[in-house]
């Protein structure tokens, strides 16, 4: 069964270009979190799609956006970079989300702002 | 969601059991005891969870004290490639899917 897909894997943009990252949930997964990872802040949840409606928002800026299509997979939008914005983007899928069940993670895309 | 209180780091030999213990006094009765682990490059790994009972999967087991004010994570035999940062974290109903990492224990095995 394969996993979590995410690309690109590496990315290095400049500050005030966009960015969308691509996750492929693993197969029959409905529910797509994002979250960014670095050093400082550790683990910082983003946002979660289910059935192509985003169901929880975290604490970032109206730069952060996503969707979610109808094979679940999902894509993250980051406009407007800046330098903060450096990180590990991880996707995790789980089969209809929610506390009691496990989450699958892929193996991130580390994004680096010039 | 209630805190949780893990060793900052622990040692193992390979092939031998580890016991990776987790506090966690705040716990509500209907609070999920869930088990992750990161290893460097990589993003982060289900390990296990489980609510009340004692958990296996091939991976760990997961033993829950009777009062579920902590908890333990078993890995059988440890191998190098177990060596990694490992989270115990607490999810109810309102965490939704939402992960929260704290520092976690590094768990180091020596060949």
Not at chain 1, 59 to 83: A, D, I, K
């Amino acid at each position: 069964k394969a996993g979590v897909t995410q690309t690109p894997r590496y990315l290095i943009k400049t500050r005030g270009q966009q960015v969308t990252l691509s996750c492929s949930p693993i197969s029959g997964h409905r529910s797509v979190s994002w979250y960014q990872q670095t050093p400082g802040q550790g683990l910082q949840f983003l946002f979660e799609y289910f059935s192509e409606t985003q169901r929880n928002k975290g604490n970032f800026p109206g730069r952060f956006s996503g969707r979610q299509f109808s094979n679940s997979r999902s894509e993250m939008n980051v406009s407007t970079l800046e330098l903060g914005d450096s990180a590990l983007y991880l996707c995790a899928s789980s089969l209809w989300g929610g506390f009691n069940q496990p989450q699958h993670f892929g193996d991130g895309t580390r994004l680096s702002i010039l | 969601d209630a805190k949780t209180t893990q060793p900052n780091s622990m040692e193992s030999n390979e092939e031998e059991p580890v016991h990776l213990p987790c506090n966690h006094s705040t716990i509500s009765g209907t609070d999920y005891i869930h088990w992750y682990r990161q290893l460097p490059s990589q993003g982060p790994e289900y390990v296990i969870h489980g609510l009340t009972s004692n958990v296996n999967n091939r991976m760990a087991s997961l033993a829950i004290a009777e009062d579920r004010k902590s908890s333990t994570l078993i890995l059988h035999r440890a191998t190098l490639r177990d060596a990694a940062v490992y989270y115990c974290i607490l999810l109810r109903e309102t965490s939704g899917s939402r992960l929260t990492f704290g520092e976690g224990t590094q768990l180091t095995v020596n060949p």
